[in-house]
C-alpha cells in the first residue's frame, strides 16, 4: 500500500525532472533577481530604518504623557514625648509635555527627513546597479554561447577542409603539409571549443547565483539585431543630467543639506527652550500621617504651566560645536563637488563608448562580408590549385572570429546604453523592458 502511495509523487518528480528547462526572458531574470539579491533587500531594509528613525525625530515634536504609582510605608519614632507612627502612603500621577519652542527638535525632524531622502537614492542606485547586474550577467551568456556556437562551426568547417586534404592528398593532387596544415588547426578549434564550454558553464553558473535560479537559459537576441543611438546626440545634456539626477550627487547633495542642518542645530545651544507641563495626582494616607494619625486622607494636586529653560554657560562646549560642525559643512561641499566630477567623467566615458559602439558595429557588420567574401574566393581559389589549403583555414578562421567579435559588441552596445543612462542616474525598469522586446518571442 506505501508503494501504490509513494507511486504519484515518484511519477511527478521524474516529469518535473525530464521536463526541459523554459528560458526566461531578461525582465523575467530581472524580478527573480530582486526577490534575490541581498544588496537590493539591504537597501530596502535601510530605507524602512530611515523612515522609522524619522518618525523618531518626529517624536521630539509630539506632546509626552507618563503615567507613575507607588506604594510605600514608613515608620516614625519621637523620643519626646515617646511616639511611633507605622504609616502608609498610596500615590498615583499622570504627567504631560508639549514641546512650544525647542528649535534643536525642530531641525532634528527636517535632518530625519533628509535621512529617507538618503536612503531613497540609495535604494534607486541599488535598483539600478542590480538592474545592469543582472543585464551584464545574461549578455555574458548570450555572448559565451554565440563563442561556443563560432567555434563549434569552424570546427566543423576545418574538419571538412581536413577530410578534403587527406582525400587529395591520397589521389596524389596536395601534399601532406595541407594534411598537416588542416589537422593543426583542427587540434587549436578543439581547444578552443573547450575553453568555450568551460567559460559558457562559468558564465551560466554566475547568473544562476544572481538570480538565484538553477539552470537559467537566457533568450536570445531576434535578428537581425537593431540598434537604436543614443538621444539627444550630445554628451553635455546627458552630464547636466547627471548632475541634477545621478544617486550618487544626490546623496552627496543631502549629505551637504544635513551638514548646514546639523551647524543650525549646534547654534540653537544658545537658544532657551520653552515646554507646556501639565500634572495631576492623587495621594491617599489611609493611617493618616504623623500630624494627623488614624485619618484617612487623601490629596488631589493639579497644576499646569510653562517651563522655561535658558544655557547660560557650558564650557564653551557649544562654540566649539559649532566650529566642528562648520568644518564637516565644509567637507560636505568638498564631497559634493568630487561626486559631481567624478559623475561627469562617468557620463562622458559611457557615452562615448556607446558611441563608439556603434561605430565597432558598423564596422564588423562591413568586415562579416569582406570576410565572406574572402573565404568564398579562397575556397575557389583552393579548387582551381591557385590558393593552398593554409589560405582557406586562415579566412575560415577569420570569419568566425570576426562574427564573434560583432557579436560581442552589439551585446556591449546595448549593456552601454544601460551603462549611461545608469551613469547619469535614469535606468529604470522600463529601459529594460525595452531592451527585453529585442529577444526572441
Known sequence: MQLFRMLPLTLALGAALAAPAQAQSLIELVESARAYDSSWQSAQAQLEAARRRAD????????????????????TEITVPPVDRNTSAQ???LSASQPLYRPANRIGYEQGQRGVDVAQAQLDA????????????????????????????????????????????????????????????????????????????????????????????????????????????????????????????????LALDVARLETQRAQTGHLPTVDLQASYSV???????????????????????????????????????VKETLALEQKAEADLETARRNVAQATRSAFFGVQSGMGQVKALEAAEQSSQSAL?????????GVRINI????????????????????YNVLLGQLKLR????????????????????
Open 56 to 75: 523618531q525625530a518626529r517624536a521630539g515634536l509630539l506632546p509626552s504623557a507618563g503615567l507613575s504609582a507607588g506604594v510605600s510605608r514608613s515608620n
Open 376 to 384: 568564398d574566393a579562397n575556397k575557389l581559389g583552393y579548387q582551381v
Open 91 to 93: 500615590n498615583l500621577a
Open 391 to 410: 589560405d582557406v583555414l586562415n579566412a575560415q578562421s577569420q570569419l568566425f572570429q570576426t562574427k564573434r567579435d560583432l557579436a560581442v559588441a552589439r
Open 283 to 321: 495621594t491617599r494616607n489611609p493611617n493618616g500621617t504623623v500630624t494627623t494619625p488614624n485619618v484617612n486622607t487623601r490629596t488631589n494636586n493639579a497644576t499646569v504651566g510653562v517651563a522655561l529653560n535658558l544655557p547660560l554657560f557650558a564650557g564653551f562646549a557649544v562654540q566649539n560645536r
Open 422 to 441: 545608469q551613469a547619469v542616474g535614469t535606468l529604470t525598469l522600463d529601459d529594460v523592458k525595452a531592451l527585453n522586446q529585442q529577444l526572441v518571442k
Open 126 to 253: 541599488a535598483q539600478q546597479d542590480l538592474l545592469v547586474r543582472v543585464s551584464q550577467a545574461y549578455f555574458d551568456v548570450l555572448a559565451a554561447q554565440d563563442t561556443l556556437t563560432f567555434v563549434q562551426a569552424q570546427k566543423s568547417a576545418v574538419s571538412e577542409q581536413l577530410a578534403a586534404a587527406k582525400r587529395n592528398f591520397e589521389v596524389g593532387t596536395a601534399t601532406i603539409t595541407d594534411t598537416r596544415e588542416a589537422q593543426a588547426r583542427a587540434d587549436l578549434v578543439t581547444a578552443q571549443e573547450i575553453a568555450a564550454e568551460n567559460d559558457l558553464r562559468v558564465k551560466k553558473l554566475a547568473l544562476d547565483q544572481l538570480v538565484g535560479i538553477q539552470g537559467t537559459k537566457p533568450l536570445a537576441l531576434a535578428q537581425p539585431v537593431q540598434l537604436s543611438p543614443v538621444q539627444p546626440d550630445s554628451v553635455d545634456h546627458w552630464v547636466q543630467t547627471a548632475h541634477d539626477q545621478q544617486p550618487g550627487v544626490r546623496q552627496a547633495a
